[in-house]
């Protein structure tokens, strides 16, 4: 089974039972300190994976590190880790996410532009962007890329909505071209 495959089972577990519970904003930010943890401390996702550390000292550290988790993130983490499938929370977490934006009918967008967004910015893209992948609004994760020239580049999943003076140049040479 793929890690993509596992990491949504888990996830789609989780997710059942916080809708169900009607805790599903507070297990995502548990959920999105977890991903945070994991990403900004590499060696504690090594720790984890390494066959020499013994299980029970692996959900020692685990209850350690989120000692403010509710029992549904605890249990999660617990798991994964009596099933051997550490290496998958970063996964699950996001997966999780996922479903969360889903239900919500939000979609995460990359936004590229040559200069920062402002929020009035962000929230007019996000209206805008949003109806046209038949979304409510958007996450919008704004990148700094100096080579578009100008405009903006908006990728939306695998969808790019390229409205930058490099994207334009770079079809007219190939509509010259060609």
Known sequence: MSSEAVAKRYALALFQLATEQNQLESV????????????????????????RLPLQKKKEMLKESFQEASPFVMNTLMILTDRHRDEYIVQVVDSFIGLANELRGI?????????????????????????KVGKKSLNIQNIIDTNLLGGIKVQ???????????????????ELVG
């Open 156 to 174: 939306i999943g695998n969808r790019i909505f390229d409205g930058s003076l490099r994207g334009k140049l770079d079809r007219l040479e190939r």
């Open 107 to 131: 979609a995460d967008a990359t936004i590229y532009s040559i200069r920062p967004l402002t929020e009035d910015e962000k929230a007019a893209l996000s209206t805008s962007f949003a109806q």
């Open 28 to 51: 995502e930010e548990e959920l999105r300190v977890v991903k945070k943890i994991f990403l900004e401390n590499p060696g504690f996702g090594q720790l984890l994976k390494s066959p």
